[in-house]
């Protein structure tokens, strides 16, 4: 089956951000997201919740020290499924669960966790915190934690420079040639300013789209 790609309309509301993500044919949203950042005794927190129809289909949640953007825990929950992904990070070495659905029994191990090892929505926040260094063209390597594998994956984000002004796109890409045939491709767009600011982002989903698990979506959040 190809990758469908989706589309979403994006709203500010507050301190959350919030988007619905539709089919191609512009139909009914498949679900709804909001993303809202957070601070508690010194560690933060980036909390997406899921909506499909009336129903909470999931969330991912990520908290972090905010100064050295060191991963405290992840956890991800796909309500409709039993997909459960969890991380607990002690040191340099996380605990980490994961099964694939509801009728699965939840395995668990330990691995390695270095100060470059990020989860979940985390990436642009990295980004922006090397702002400086990607704008001057530098490529920067990290570790992403990939929940069904239970490991992290290394990759490397490369800055891309168009013709519209200011507008800068990262690309995250495995760095492992075999890895990359399969693993999906990220993008993200940023404009560069006092503050740089992400417009754009396409990816994977992290709900199925019309029931398609390998869904791509593109956000435009400079609408």
């Known amino acids: 089956m190809g990758m469908q790609v989706a589309k979403a309309v994006v709203g500010v509301e507050g301190a959350a951000v919030s988007y619905a993500i539709t089919s191609q044919d512009g139909s009914k949203p498949v679900y709804e997201a909001q993303s809202r950042s957070g601070l508690v005794d010194g560690i933060a927190s980036m909390t997406t919740r899921y909506v499909q129809g009336t129903k909470l289909a999931g969330v991912e949640i990520w908290t972090y020290v905010p100064r050295l953007l060191t991963t405290v825990s992840y956890r991800s929950e796909n309500y409709l499924t039993g997909e459960l992904s969890e991380a607990l990070v002690s040191g340099r070495k996380a605990k980490v669960c994961y099964r694939a659905d509801a009728s699965d029994e939840l395995n668990s191990k330990e691995i ?69 045939q399969f693993a999906p491709n990220i993008a993200f767009t940023f404009v560069d300013g006092d503050e740089p600011m992400m417009t754009g982002y396409e990816g994977p989903t992290q709900l199925a789209v019309n029931g398609d698990r390998l869904a791509r979506v593109q956000i435009d959040f400079g609408n």
């Open 112 to 180: 390695p966790w270095t100060e470059r090892t990020f989860a979940g929505s985390s990436v642009p926040i990295f980004v922006v915190k090397h702002w400086d260094r990607i704008k001057a063209g530098e490529s920067l390597e990290f570790d992403l934690f990939v929940p069904f594998r239970q490991e992290a994956l290394s990759f490397k984000l490369t800055p891309q420079f168009g013709s519209a002004p200011r507008t800068v796109k990262v690309l995250a890409e495995a760095r492992n040639w075999l890895i990359r």
